[in-house]
């Protein structure tokens, strides 16, 4: 057991440090990126991935050391993957109504154009 629990103490470093790291990639998505609609997309994607690791590695954590199952970080994992790809939709359509400026680059010019043609504006 002794064993098991110190290969279990490599995991869960291992999957802290990467939710870290993916969680640090999201900020610093969310501070860098140009626009509203590729800044949405770090903290939903990046972040999210982070906070699984870092969750899953505190199911590991405690679970080991209690020597029971914890269902805490399975209910919070549970609801963060449910709600960030909603709430992500949510702001990303209400951006859309807003008719949120968006960069060159990463503007779609066929929905610009269809866009412009049902406002009755000409491009």
């Not at 002794?2 to 291992?14: K, P, Q, R, T």
């Amino acid at each position: 057991m002794n064993n098991l629990l110190a290969y279990s103490d490599y995991l869960v470093a291992f999957l802290v440090l990467t939710g870290a790291l993916f969680m640090m990639i999201g900020s610093w998505g969310l501070v860098k990126l140009p626009d509203f609609f590729t800044r949405l997309h770090a903290p939903t994607k990046a972040s999210t991935l982070g906070m699984g690791a870092t969750l899953l590695g505190s199911l590991i954590w405690f679970s080991l050391s209690d020597g029971s199952l914890r269902i805490h970080e399975l209910v919070i994992s549970l609801f963060l993957f449910l709600t960030a790809p909603v709430s992500a939709y949510m702001m990303g359509k209400a951006a859309l109504h807003r008719n949120r400026p968006v960069i060159e680059r990463t503007q779609d010019k066929e929905l610009a154009a269809r866009a412009a043609r049902q406002e009755g504006i000409s491009k």
